[in-house]
C-alpha cells in the first residue's frame, strides 16, 4: 500500500522558514518523480514543485520559484520543501505526490501552513 505522510507545517509569520518533510513507504520511492502541491482555502488544487528521481531536475510555480527548494533523501524515502520568505498567499494544506506534475497516483492526507502575524 501507497503511503504518503507529511510534516511540518504550523504557523508561522510572514518572512518566516518552514520545512516540510513527507516519509514515504510502499513503493519504489528511488524511481519515482515526486511532487508538491498545495490547496488554499476555497481554492483548487495548485502544483508547486516537482523533482525527478535522481535529483538531478526540479521545477517549480512561478510564485514559488526563488523561495522554496524540494529535494529528496532516496535513502530515507523522504521528500522535502525547504520553504523561505513565506507570505500570506502561501497559506495552504500542502500535499506530497507520487509522480510529477499532473500525472499524481497518490497524495497524502496534507499538512496545515498557516502565515500570519
Known amino acids: 500500500e501507497v503511503q504518503l505522510v507529511e510534516s511540518g507545517g504550523g504557523l508561522v509569520q510572514p518572512g518566516g522558514s518552514l520545512r516540510l518533510s513527507c516519509a514515504t513507504s510502499g513503493f519504489a520511492f528511488r524511481y519515482s518523480p515526486m511532487s508538491w502541491v498545495r490547496q488554499a482555502p476555497g481554492k483548487g488544487l495548485e502544483w508547486v514543485s516537482d523533482i525527478n528521481s535522481g535529483s538531478s531536475s526540479t521545477s517549480y510555480a512561478d510564485s514559488v520559484k526563488g523561495r522554496f527548494t524540494i529535494s529528496r533523501d532516496n535513502a530515507k524515502n523522504t521528500l522535502y520543501l525547504q520553504m523561505y520568505s513565506l507570505k500570506p498567499e502561501d497559506t495552504a494544506v500542502y500535499y506530497c505526490?507520487?509522480?510529477?506534475?499532473?500525472?499524481?497516483?497518490?497524495r497524502g492526507q496534507g499538512t496545515q501552513v498557516t502565515v500570519s502575524s
Open positions: 505526490a507520487k509522480g510529477s506534475r499532473g500525472t499524481y497516483s497518490a
